[in-house]
């Protein structure tokens, strides 16, 4: 799927506040390389169903095995090996036995200590990684998994660590042993060390997203393999919210355009931020914030969401509408499937320029039958002239008054809202109230 940073900061895939991103509510890494590696992976959507489903398949079965596999590997454990690569130390005795172990420790006591942790911590790294190889092991629907545990047994072969791995659990490594080890492991296994870690980075973030949607109770898509664009969603909601409101959805290609309306605050947003979170989170092979959600293969997401001037280019709102809405046009057309989502087309002109406009972007868009759209807009009037185009699913979320009080049900309707709230806001506010008593 293409996406780019544009879409990806307009759905909150990541956020310059990092609590107010999907990736903070997906990161349940317990390493700073899982973090990261979880970074990689929620930024490199898949593009093909096969891939897509390995996926689910890796984070279901880690969902029913993440809890008993061992938990003693941390980002101190990793940063103390990777660290003792790094560190230069007295070259080790070539044939260490009791005698000259114990000089070394002696005229290079510091170095001794680091090669004593290191070693330590390598071993119950070692040890722990082919346990979480061995429980994984029995996993028979992801090839990730069987490609993990097929690294793990070959790169832990070499008869020094096969040797490690038989030592028992609270065993205490002699003088010998640690300058044994550590010589070993700089001289001959710095490069499969690293990999391993790599290796064990990867299983953690791809357990986090278990443990995130195991706690989010989180539901994995299904994949039509139809060659026209197809999203049928049911009790779909926003993942960041504490409250979320559930929608569904459904566009095809004989309804491939939703025309959506409504006042300020009445969930315009939210839901279209909604769509695009969970049709992206599904290219990722991640489960999704839904009860159910079928949906066809996208070759694109772009979004038209928080477009901003550019000061220093002199460039206006405007006219950076413009240029989004050029370069959406530009994509669409190679006839592939994609999901469009724009938020409040043409907010940065006057009303009558911005209807006219709109009707003119939405009068092309709505033939590109290979691609989805959802589009919401204040301007309601344009809604008339539109209604001939028998593919453009007209909805709008309700609000009403109450004692001079708004009421958002946040439900999507049928039909066409001329809700008019603005000054509503401003007066609830008491900023009529202030600018009456200026002076």
Sequence with gaps: MQVDKTTLQDISIFHSDETQSVFYWLNHSTTKGGREYLRILLSNPLNNIAAIEDTQNTIKYLMSVHQDLPTTITNGTI????????????????????????????????????????????????????????????????????????????????????????????????????????????????????????????????????????????????????????????????????????????????????????????????FIKSVGTSIYLAHIGMSVPAEHIELCLFEGLLTNIQVEDNLIRGESYFYNEVKRIKRTVEKISDGKRWLILIDELFKGTNVQDAMKCSIAVIEGLHKMSNALFILSTHLYEIADPLRKHTNIDFRFFETSVHDDQLVFSYQLQNGVSNDRLGYLILKREGVVEMLNKLH
Aim: charged share 20%.
């Design 79 to 270: 940063m103390v090996i990777e660290s003792f690569f790094e560190t230069a130390t007295d070259i080790y005795p070539k044939h260490p036995n009791i005698w000259n172990s114990i000089v070394y420790k002696i005229i290079s006591a510091p170095d001794f200590s680091i090669t004593k942790y290191s070693a330590t911590h390598f071993v119950g790294f070692i040890k722990d990684l082919v346990c979480i190889a061995e429980k994984l092991a029995k996993n028979e629907k992801s090839s990730l998994i069987a490609q993990w545990c097929n690294l793990i047994v070959k790169k832990t072969e070499e008869p020094v660590i096969q040797t490690v791995l038989k030592w028992p659990k609270d065993k205490k490594m002699t003088y010998r042993e640690i300058l044994w080890l550590g010589s070993y492991l700089k001289l001959h296994f710095k490069k499969q060390t690293l990999e391993l870690i790599e290796l064990y980075n990867k299983i953690d973030a791809y357990t986090s997203l278990a443990i995130a949607s195991k706690k989010h109770s989180l539901t994995f898509p299904v994949f039509n393999n139809s060659t026209d664009p197809l999203i049928h969603a049911k009790g779909l909601y926003h993942l960041l919210l504490k409250v979320p409101v559930c929608y569904d959805i459904q566009l095809n290609k004989s309804t491939n355009f939703m025309f959506l309306t409504g006042a300020n605050m009445a969930g315009k947003s939210t």
